[in-house]
C-alpha cells in the first residue's frame, strides 16, 4: 500500500482534532444549555461529562485508528479479523455522511450572514431568519458555496488540507471569539448574562440535565462517527494520544465557555431572552449587532462580520472532519483517487443537504415520524448514531482487545511514563463507566 500521510506532530494533532471539536455545537448549544441547566451547576456536571464519558470514548477511538492505521472500515478489519466488528467501521462511514449533509445547510447560513454583515444589512429587522430559510434559492447557493469549500479543502490532502486550514484557524478563531467576549462583556447591562451563565442552580440538576451534559460533551468532542480515528490515523507512533486527547478536550471546553461569555451577556443587555437552536445564533445576535451599533453601520458591519466570520471557520473546521471519514474510505478500500471520492462524496452531501434545506420551506409539511427532514437527520445522528457508534467503540477497546494492545498504543509501547501510570483508571472508565454513560443518554431519549 502506497505511503499514508500523517500529521506532522502532536500540535498538528490537536489543533486539526479540536478543529473538529470546536464548532457549531459550542456556539448555539453551550450558551443556552448551561443556563437552561443551572449555570455553573451544569459546568461542572459537563465538565465531568467530558473527562469521565467523552474523553474515555475519544481514546477509544484515537487507540483504534492509530493502532488500525487505515480508515474506519480499515481499520476495525484489521484489529479484528474475521469478526463482525467491521461493521462498526461501515456504521462510522453512513452516519458522518447523514450528519455533514444538514451540517452543511447551516454552514451555509453562516456564509450567508456573513456576506450580509460585510454589506452592511444585517440585523436591520427581526424576521428576517425566518424568512430566510424558509426560502428556496439564498439558503441553497450558501449551502452549495459551503460544500464545494469543505471539499476544496478536503482535496489538499491531510498536510496541506486539513492540517495547514486547522493551525490556520484555530488561533484565529479564539481572537475572533475573545474580541466578541470583550464586546459582550462591555455592553450596558450584561451582568444579566454573566449571571445566567454562573450562578449555581443545583436545583435544576435533573436526570435530564445530565443526560444533556453527556449528550453535548458527546457531539462537541465529534465522538462515535469516525472522525476521531479517521484523525488519529494520520497520527505519528511517537505522537502522544494522553497529550492529543486532554489537549482536544482542553481547548474545545475552554471554547465553549468563551462562546458562553460571547453571546449571553449580549442577549441580556439587549434585554431578550435566550432562545434554543440556531435562532439563538442567526437571529437574536444579528438583531443585537445591529441596535448596538445603531447609527453605526460600521460598528455593525464589523462586530457582526467577526462573530460570522468565527462561526464559519468553526464550521468549516468541523465540517473537513466529517467529509475526511468517507473520503479516507473510499481511497483506502474502494482505490478511488481523493478527487473522485471527494466529488462523490459531496454531491452526495449537498443532495441530502438540499432536502435538509428544503425542509425549511416548501418541503416542510413533509415528516419523518413528525420531524422534518432536518430535524429528523439531526435527532437520528445525535440521540442515536452517535452514541451508538460511541458506545461499540468504548466495547470494543474495553472488552474485545487484549488489554496489553491498549497499553501499548495508549503508552507508545510503554516509553511514556505517565500514560502507564494512568492507564489502570482509564481502562475502568473505559469498561464501565464510559457504556453507563451512554446507556443514560439512550434511556433519556426514549424516555
Ligand atoms: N463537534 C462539532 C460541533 O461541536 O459543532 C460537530 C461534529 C463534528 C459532530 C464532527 C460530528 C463530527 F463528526
Redesign the pocket.
Known sequence: MKNREQFSGNLSVIMAMAG????????W?FPYIVGEYGGAAFIIVYFAACLFIALPIFYAETIIGRRGGLDTYGSMKRLAPGTHWYKLGLLTII??ML??SY?SVVGGWSIHYLFKSVSGTVGQETGQFSEFISSVEAPILAHTVFVILVAAIILGGVKKGIEKFSKITMPILFFLILVIVVYSLTLPGAGGGVDYLVRPDFSKLTGGAIASAVGQAF??????????LTYASYMRKQDNILVSGLGTAGF?FLFALLAGFAVMPAVFAAGLSPSSGPGLVFETLPYIFGKMGAGSVWLTACVAGVFFLAVLM??LS??I??LE?GVAYLVEEKGLGRSRATLYLSLFAWAVGLLCSLSFGPLADFKILGSSIFEFLDKL??NWM?PLGGLLFTLFVGWKMPSADVLDEFSNGGSKPWNVKIYPFVRVLLRYVAPIGIIFIFLNSVL
Do not use: E, H, K, Q
Not at 21 to 27: E, F, R, T, V
Not at 219 to 228: E, K, Y
Open positions: 473538529s471539536a470546536i464548532g457549531l455545537g459550542n456556539i448549544r452516519s458522518p450528519i455533514l451540517y457531539f462537541s468532542l465529534s465522538l462515535g462517527v469516525g472522525t476521531v474545545d468553526a464550521a468541523s465540517a472532519s466529517i471519514v445522528c445525535s452517535m
